[in-house]
Structure formats: structure tokens, C-alpha cells
């Protein structure tokens, strides 16, 4: 949790916030969705998505179509705008920690990468 905390820290000033920014990097992982589908994924009521969705879409990182399938719904996708916006956040962060991986010994490394097969198998269990 503090690595998380402090990788967190690294992100530039966007003024999003960490809900707006999950939405986001859903819609870059699963591609464009219904509010509905984007509230599941990322488990919260249909209004608290539809109001993260209207903010996002208010900046230009995100825009609604009509759900070619069901007139009465909208799709969400990505803008260029978002997931440049996303790359940058990512690229920043990144940095960071690639320069603290460089900083330990090989063995270190070594060790870490040993424990993220093991944690990466926690996390899906």
C-alpha cells in the first residue's frame, strides 16, 4: 500500500480524480461501454458513474455515441485527448519507479521479480 501511495504521489497535476482516472484506464483496457457496463466494471451505483462520465466528458476525454445495438443507451469511449492524457500519467510514474529499480542491487531485482509471480498469483486468486 505505501508503494501504491507513493507511485500515486508521482502523478502530474490533471485535477482528476483517482475514480476519473479508473474510468479511464477501463475504457483504455475494455474499450468503449455502456455508463452501465463502466459502473459493473468498476463497482459503483449507475448515477455515481453517469456523474464521473458527464466530468470526463465536460474535459474532452471521453465522448458518447449512440449504442448502435439499443437506441435508448450510449456507448463510452476514450477520446485521443484521454488517453493521451492517461499515457502521460503512466509515463510519469513509470519513470519513477524505473529509476528506483535501477537503484537496487541485482540480487534485489532478482528477489522482486521472484515475488511478483507470487503476488501477482494472490491477486488473482
Not at 98 to 125: F, M
Amino acid at each position: 500500500m505505501r508503494l501504491a501511495r507513493r507511485l500515486r504521489a508521482e502523478r502530474g497535476d490533471h485535477g482528476l480524480t483517482l475514480t476519473q482516472l479508473a474510468c479511464l484506464a477501463t475504457l483504455h483496457r475494455h474499450g468503449a461501454m455502456t455508463p452501465s457496463d463502466l459502473a459493473a466494471h468498476e463497482k459503483v451505483q449507475p448515477p455515481s458513474m453517469t456523474r464521473t462520465v458527464n466530468g470526463l466528458a465536460e474535459r474532452g476525454l471521453v465522448q458518447r455515441t449512440p449504442d448502435p445495438n439499443d437506441g435508448r443507451q450510449v456507448v463510452v469511449s476514450l477520446t485521443d485527448a484521454g488517453a493521451d492524457l492517461l499515457a502521460t500519467d503512466r509515463a510519469q510514474r513509470e519513470q519513477w519507479l524505473a529509476q528506483r529499480l535501477a537503484d537496487l542491487s541485482a540480487d534485489e531485482r532478482e528477489t522482486l521479480a521472484r515475488a511478483a509471480v507470487i503476488l501477482d498469483r494472490l491477486a488473482g486468486s
